[in-house]
């Protein structure tokens, strides 16, 4: 018998109890964003740290210059791994509270059908039913084997939804007891009901504003139009001169560092079903806007972007004003894959605007952020062992995915701590988080429970 | 002996006089946009009504829904042409008034060096003093010879700084009292202290307000960047599309109607001295923007254009929003000269546009104006007779010239009367009309009487 087993079999005996510790940590009100929740965001940064400490972890809160860290050890086998799990305990506020069918911290079971059960209350699915998942699998194998697999050190914030001012001090101060092999991050979501997903890639982002100058005045452009520079026009001009007519990106130099995803991976997205369609219908499009020949999944998880975030110049009020602006501007991000650059990309982007100013005319540039993307290696043994992990859990094989935002803690732990990340978690789109009647799946409660188990133990062999 | 000579020593010999009627009519607070000052609309209509009939006109206040008209007819010999005279007696407000150096309706004559003397106060070059050269001109002309050489039609307008709104349905109740051979407009300038001109070409103008329509919603850039379209994106290509690397505009048949200017009258503007330094150099821009290989006059003048006059789209506050716009406009307008069509011109341009947008996106257009260039024809012979008056009067030959914008009552007297208008006027551009200390030169009042009864004389000749 494998080392799972047991403890998959004490997950299931233990349901009853692991939802009661959920909702104890479910009706602390941590709510981050807004000062009158500060006691209770530490309540609850206490009420891990004396949870984890029933466990056996050496766990403690720790201050920031915000709401608390809590940061858990426990040691392994000599050779296994270390992992560093990541989720965070504060939650979204609630308004508008009229608009919920129950107390969002009086945590319940509902069930919305016969034999379909959700757990309801703010926090459920984002994140403390899904960072529970981790602890409770934890406490199983700690209780059936009295030791864990392997080194794990757990790091849970509190400012995730306000912005996380706190996460990057921190890691930089405490790097070296944060540090570990990768990080296990439970903050995302499954492909559906009945399929688990590991996340791997994370496109990065770089944002700029431009503003081109002309003359030194707004000028009629009667007296004027034909023979005074435009800025709208050459503005207009340098935006439409990024794209060529495929949808490729014309900046030299752009692509440099994307690579082709793996047709294997491709084929996998495939069989997921999405389509322009499918993806675009819901917003009231149809016809994907990116490189020609792409899936929409390929072109929002894995190729990099121009977008145009705003634009604005002359006039722009009711009615019409004859006018040539002294000045326009846009905002242009790009979203990076793989291995491209930011800072490079930051300055071929300029070289490209600087080559299409006329020179009786100038420009200006203010950067917005810059970070690379995030790409965990197909071919990583612990994505391989993750997923089987989890196809062995779930009615549906894992599907490896990506995503076209970034989640910050990801890039954070690449820069301070050099570490790599497996986003897996067990959220489904209708979760409603953020929103009134947030719920979780009890389904992905406990079969999430289960699933760490067997990621631990796939992790370690 | 001619005709014009003793005119021409009776205005000499008047001029004082002239300065007196012209000083009466300046005094009079006759601002249109403000209602305060309805009543002395109403007296300034008066004045010239009881001046013109001491000429021996038939004159009378003609009433509005705004400010009243003055209308006033003088019979000529039988076989003469029959001119429309137009000017207007309103005045722009005097704000900020503590930047006079001395009473705006208290008119002076300055010295400002010596030998060069110039007329001080609201009106004084726009239009009043403009004006009044003709007025002179006709009672010099009757002193003389107990007739006008021609008939004359004068109209003056008191609403012509407030946006003329009662302008076309007077021109439209009264056209046929109204309709002459063709109409004389004094509230232009000269093109230098030594040069007369006439102004033959006015720039028509069509506005176009177009809104491109993409997701039924703003989008997150990271998650739907690279798959849903992007109106900003498409917007920036539409425009970018108008204009090839020359300069030229590409809308299909845009250029239909379009002439080349004579080569000869191109020659005369090469001798006015002004390049593309002297002309956008005072905005601090050099290089011409419109088609490569014609001067900056040409540009402004004489050739069509497309511009940009307001573009917004997206997220344009501070910082970055990592946001897919919904929707994105721009205001476009174009100039247009010859016999271009404003109505083919919007058409072809909506064309253009729409096939430029992705079948699962929409554009919506709002018209913004649409008027035909106006174009006296350059061999026309009044204009002939007319340019030999004026060059027989001033120390340099007239000219004839253009001009980008458009002079609003000439496509009304186009529009509703049928009718050409030859535009000649004798203000300098630091005349500072609109601003404070205002002036006309005691020179161009003077020889711009001198210059109508030349042009009297020499149009019925």
Known sequence: MSAVSPVLDRLDKNLDQSLERLFGLLSIKSIS??????????????WLVADLKLIGFDASVRDTSGHPMVVAHHDGPAGSPHVLFYGHYDV?????????ESDPFAPAIKE?????KVITGRGS?????????????????????????CRVTILFEGEEESGSPSL??????????????????????????????????????????????????????????????????????????????DGHITIPGFYDGVEETPSQILKSWETLG????????????????????????ELTWARPTAEFNGIIGGYTGKGFKTVIAAEASAKVS???????????????????????????????????GGSPAIQLSYDSPFLAKAKNALSDEWPKPA????????????GDFQTYLGMESLLVGFGLDDDRIHSPNEKYELNSFHKGQRSWARILDALTR
């Open 33 to 46: 964003t807004d000062p009158t929740y500060a006691a209770d965001c530490r309540k609850a940064a206490e």
């Open 92 to 100: 979204q506020p609630v308004d508008p509270i009229e608009l919920w």
């Open 112 to 116: 919305v059908e016969p034999g379909h």
């Open 125 to 149: 699915a984002d994140d403390k039913g899904q960072l529970m998942t981790f602890v409770e699998a934890c406490r199983a194998w700690k209780q059936v084997h009295g030791s864990l697999p």
């Open 168 to 245: 990057k001090p921190f890691l930089e101060a405490n790097a070296d007891e944060l540090k570990a092999d990768f990080a296990l991050v439970c903050d995302t979501g499954m492909w559906d009901r009945d399929t688990p997903s590991i996340c791997v890639g994370l496109r990065g982002l770089v944002g700029e504003e431009i503003t081109v100058k002309a003359a030194d005045r707004d000028l009629h452009s009667g007296l004027y139009g034909g023979a005074a520079a435009n800025p709208i026009r050459i503005l207009t001009r340098v935006l439409a001169d990024i794209h060529d007519k």
């Open 274 to 297: 999405e389509t322009a369609e499918t993806f675009l219908g819901p917003v009231g499009l149809s016809i994907p806007s990116g490189e020609k020949g792409r899936s929409v999944l």
């Open 334 to 368: 790009f979203r990076l894959v793989h291995k491209q650059d930011p800072k490079k990309i930051r300055a071929a982007f300029q070289t490209f605007v600087k080559e299409r100013i006329p020179a009786d005319c100038s420009v200006e540039f203010h950067a917005h």
């Open 399 to 410: 599907v490896t995915t990506g995503s076209g935002g970034s989640i910050p803690v990801v």
